[in-house]
């Protein structure tokens, strides 16, 4: 089993949708979880972190993480076409040592 | 502002040529990745360092070797490029201590091996 699983499916949704993007992972022992995003021929960039179970804000992106199911969630409230880019989720394995999902492709349509 | 500069964008080299990818820091990280991404792949650890001089093997280090003379400099090589290691390759940064998981990314190399 994968440490993380993120179903690699890409995603188009109309502007002003919200954009639901989820990952599983195996490692209970997980305590930091992290969104990136990346855009079209540029390295990723850090878009959300969450420490343990809960939900955090920033924005129009919400990140939540339930522990207990081994389930992180990142929703994009109001989405733009500026929103478009792949969305990687990752987790701490220890001293910044990530494991990344697949990753979702992500279309906003004006 | 902080930057993670890799000195290829887009290389093109034949199947056996030794392949040198540069990568330097400037944000004083004790911590550097190298990473490949692939299509329905994501991304994969290939090595790690977290001092100069030090380095650690990631999820898929066959084929690959790396370099960390200086704190800044994180350097990946391939001895014998083959076609299957043709990819797009990122190197990253981070501080040590702390475990929010923001490493800091180049722009990223795009290897072709024909």
């Known amino acids: 089993q994968k440490e993380v699983e993120q179903d690699p499916g890409p995603l188009s949704v109309p502007e002003g949708a919200i954009v639901s993007l989820n990952c599983t992972y195996s490692n209970s022992a997980f305590q930091y979880f992290m969104w990136y995003r990346q855009y079209s021929r540029k390295g990723p960039e850090l878009l959300m972190y969450?420490?343990?179970?809960g939900n955090k804000e920033d924005g129009r992106f919400t990140a939540q993480v339930d522990k207990s199911s081994k389930y992180i969630s990142l929703f994009i409230r109001d989405s733009q076409p500026s929103d478009s880019a792949t969305y990687l989720c990752a987790m701490n394995t220890g001293n910044n040592r990530l494991a990344f999902g697949k990753g979702n492709q992500v279309v906003v349509i004006p | 502002d902080v930057k993670v500069t890799q000195s290829s964008r887009y290389l093109v080299k034949r199947t056996g040529e030794k392949v040198f990818l540069e990568c330097v820091q400037d944000?004083?990280?004790?911590?550097m990745f190298w990473y490949r991404q692939d299509p329905g792949l994501g991304l994969r650890l290939i090595y790690f360092?977290?001092?100069?001089?030090?380095?650690e093997k990631g999820d898929i280090p066959e084929g690959y070797s790396v370099s960390r003379e200086k704190k800044e400099r994180f350097s990946l090589i391939l001895e014998s490029a083959s076609t299957n290691q043709t990819s797009m390759y990122l190197c990253?940064?981070?501080?040590?201590?702390?475990?929010?998981?923001?490493?800091?990314f180049g722009e990223g190399s795009r290897l072709t091996v024909l």
């Open positions: 944000m004083d990280h004790e911590n």
């Open positions: 969450t420490y343990s179970s």
């Open positions: 360092s977290y001092d100069v001089k030090m380095k």
């Open positions: 990253a940064s981070s501080s040590p201590g702390l475990n929010t998981g923001e490493l800091f």
